[in-house]
């Protein structure tokens, strides 16, 4: 089973940046994942698409274009999201998640599908 998880949230002021990191392990080899994306849920809100990332396009919600960048290192399994210019209103738990990973795990190749880290806070003050 491949695990996600995600770091680099935290309490920021208006304007400042932050970068989240997000890797994949637990299996003895990742040998691809398919599409990569940064989620994000505020309190009271429906779990939002912030951006996703494959190897040869990204792609942005509105809200975000032009302030965050997301990126990935397919060597070290994992996926970022460089975080600027940030508003009261991007504070959120955020998430994120592997559409498809093949892996191989010591006997065949498997896949694991719509694979979710558990969140990491971020918090940003006015």
């Known amino acids: 089973q491949v695990q996600l998880k995600e770091s680099g949230g935290g309490s920021v002021q208006a304007g400042n940046s932050l970068t989240l990191s997000c890797g994949a392990s637990?299996?003895?080899?990742?040998?691809?994942?398919?599409?990569l994306a940064w989620y994000r849920q505020a309190p009271g809100q429906q779990r939002e698409l912030v951006a996703t990332?494959?190897?040869?396009?990204?792609n942005y919600a509105e809200s975000v274009k032009g302030r965050f960048t997301i990126s990935r290192d397919n060597a070290k399994n994992a996926v970022y999201l460089h975080m600027s210019r940030l508003r009261p209103d991007d504070t959120a738990v955020y998430y994120c998640?592997?559409?498809?990973?093949?892996?191989?795990?010591?006997?065949?190749?498997?896949?694991?599908?719509?694979?979710w880290g558990q969140g990491t806070q971020v918090t940003v003050s006015s």
């Open positions: 637990g299996v003895m080899r990742i040998i691809n994942i398919n599409l």
């Open positions: 998640n592997a559409e498809r990973i093949s892996y191989w795990d010591g006997t065949a190749s498997r896949y694991q599908y719509d694979s």
């Open positions: 990332a494959t190897d040869g396009s990204k």
